[in-house]
């Protein structure tokens, strides 16, 4: 989602950026469990099409599972394995995003605040491809077909906000130039309910005024992200990552809204991660 302080909120969108590369080591046997440090910045839209953007920061504890069924980490906030092997991987996972407040956005000043938001439902990542390069370089594209419920909150309640299909196509490449460095390659089109449309672009008659007239929202093509994700290990402990999110949203369905200002938004973000200890038991996983 346009791409939970939970703390995994914070954890899969301020280190949003990161969630693809945090771990983003070259497929081999890796340690059951890591802990350590993290911290990120990410300047990124207000809401989906916003001109106005917002710088968020945070610093957290960096943990990664990787459980035979449940997982934190390792490109996802948290996932629940069902079934994997080789080529398929079917699990149910999450993602989330942060909340705005309306009144720090010159357009929705007046109208309710977005909460936060966190997607979960189930995931099917297909393999296409495995590659090698020279220099001991390799590379994977996988094929993700996602459909998840939206729920948002302000710390207080919990609404349901609709669901979304979200396909995503990704390519990876490990040792980039350089052994240390990885690049990650997404593009992401999304679907969404005409309740999650509606969050993000309904005026109600009682917010509407001169510049932003009662508008109702559809149902259907909501946009697509077209993210690039770097991670360089410094060290055996220690990654520095970034981020570009890009979206573009020619075509979607809701261009009318009053609330809707840029055919296509971008967002930056960096941070760090900080392993300071792992257990010794390693695991392999496909």
Not at 151 to 177: A, C, K, N, T, W
Not at 231 to 254: C, D, H, I, M, P
Request: aromatic share 14%; charged share 20%; with cysteine.
């Amino acid at each position: 989602m346009f791409k939970f302080g939970f703390p995994l909120i914070a954890l899969q969108v301020c280190l949003g950026f990161s969630s693809a590369v945090i771990a983003a080591d070259a497929p081999k046997t890796k340690p059951l469990w890591e802990l350590g440090v993290g911290g990120g910045a990410l300047y990124a839209p207000d809401y989906p099409s916003s001109s106005q953007r917002s710088v968020r920061g945070l610093a957290l504890p960096y943990i990664i599972y990787r459980g035979e069924v449940f997982r934190i980490g390792d490109g996802q906030a948290a996932q629940a394995v069902a079934f994997e092997n080789d080529r398929l991987q079917l699990d149910l996972s999450v993602a989330a995003a942060f909340n705005a407040i309306s009144e720090d956005n010159a357009l929705r000043s007046g109208m309710p605040d977005l909460d936060y938001m966190v997607q979960i439902g189930p995931q099917l990542t297909v393999k296409l491809g495995d590659f090698q390069f020279a220099h001991n370089g390799s590379g994977e594209l996988k094929l993700a077909l996602q459909a998840r419920t939206v729920l948002s909150s302000d710390l207080r309640r919990i609404d349901h906000r609709g669901y979304v299909f979200e396909p995503m196509l990704q390519y990876r490449q490990y040792g980039l130039l350089s052994p240390d460095f990885d690049l990650t390659v997404s593009v992401k089109p999304l679907w969404a309910s005409e309740r999650l449309h509606s969050y993000f672009y309904n005026v109600d008659p009682s917010f509407a005024r001169v510049d932003r007239p009662a508008f109702n929202a559809e149902q259907g093509y909501f946009g697509t992200g077209v993210n690039f994700y770097g991670s360089y290990r410094l060290n055996e402990k220690a990654n520095v990552f970034f981020g570009l999110q890009t979206t573009l949203f020619q075509g979607a369905a809701n261009t009318d809204s009053p609330l809707f200002e840029k055919s296509a938004t971008v967002g930056i973000g960096a941070g760090f991660v900080w392993k300071l200890w792992a257990s010794e038991r390693m695991v392999v996983q496909p």
